[in-house]
Nanobody, 120 residues
């Protein structure tokens, strides 16, 4: 069984920073892509940043220059460094990973979500 566990959300003032982490664990054979989505109240879930297995990173236009996605392959962990946060960044952030399990079945897995609130 594969799990994604997120951490690092919380309350931050406008202009502040947060770093989200998402660790994959379980019967993992290989991890391909990893990334982050977010969902604000009343809105659809949307892509924030993605790390494809062999390509370049992708960012939503609204976070370019402020957010940075990175990955530690040795820890099966993806990070999202968020700087210059604004109230519009308030949302539940979900990590995802395209993983081939030890059973050689590949699926998209999701974390449980972590709340990020930007408010003074």
């Amino acid at each position: 069984q594969v799990r994604l566990v997120e951490s690092g959300g919380g309350l931050v003032q406008p202009g502040g920073s947060l770093r989200l982490s998402c660790a994959a664990s379980g019967s993992i054979f290989s991890i391909y892509a990893m990334g982050w989505y977010r969902q604000a109240p009343g809105k659809q879930r949307s892509l924030v940043a993605a790390l494809p297995s062999g390509g370049s990173t992708n960012y939503a236009d609204s976070v370019k220059g402020r957010f940075t996605i990175s990955r530690d392959r040795s820890k099966n962990t993806v990070y999202l460094q968020m700087n210059s946060l604004t109230p519009e960044d308030t949302a539940v952030y979900y990590c995802y990973a395209h993983i081939m399990a030890s059973t050689h079945q590949d699926s998209i897995y999701w974390g449980q979500g972590t709340q990020v609130t930007v408010s003074s």
